[in-house]
């Protein structure tokens, strides 16, 4: 039988879900990889990648209030690592003062 034409997706201009064209140079934020729509967050560390975060692809509402600082999954993953490190680093410190 006859196969359907490999016609690629790019061969369309791109569409959200609205239905609204998207504009190629539009920069994209979040990690849906989208453009700047609704209301959304930055992440307070400065080299996030993606730092522009819409509230519904992180889970938060729009009703929210935030207080102090918020971080990216990525970025609380990193900020762990990092705070186990320095702690495991302070611990030898203090353990090569007192072992003498």
């Known amino acids: 039988?006859?196969?359907?034409?490999?016609?690629?997706v790019n061969d369309a201009p791109a569409v959200y879900g609205d239905g609204a064209p998207v504009d190629p140079n539009e920069p994209t934020y979040?990690?849906?990889?989208?453009?700047?729509?609704?209301?959304?967050i930055a992440c307070e560390n400065e080299d996030c990648a993606i730092e522009w975060f819409h509230f519904a692809c992180v889970g938060l509402s729009s009703d929210a209030t935030h207080?102090?600082?918020?971080y990216c999954e990525t970025c609380k993953a990193e900020l762990r690592k990092k705070k186990k490190e320095e702690e495991k680093k302070q611990k030898e410190k203090e353990k090569a003062k007192?072992?003498?």
Not at 30 to 40: A, H, I, L
Not at 67 to 70: A, F, L, S, T, V
């Open 1 to 8: 039988g006859a196969e359907a034409g490999g016609a690629s």
């Open 30 to 40: 979040c990690v849906c990889k989208r453009v700047s729509f609704g209301e959304m």
């Open 67 to 70: 207080k102090g600082k918020w």
């Open 98 to 100: 007192g072992g003498g």
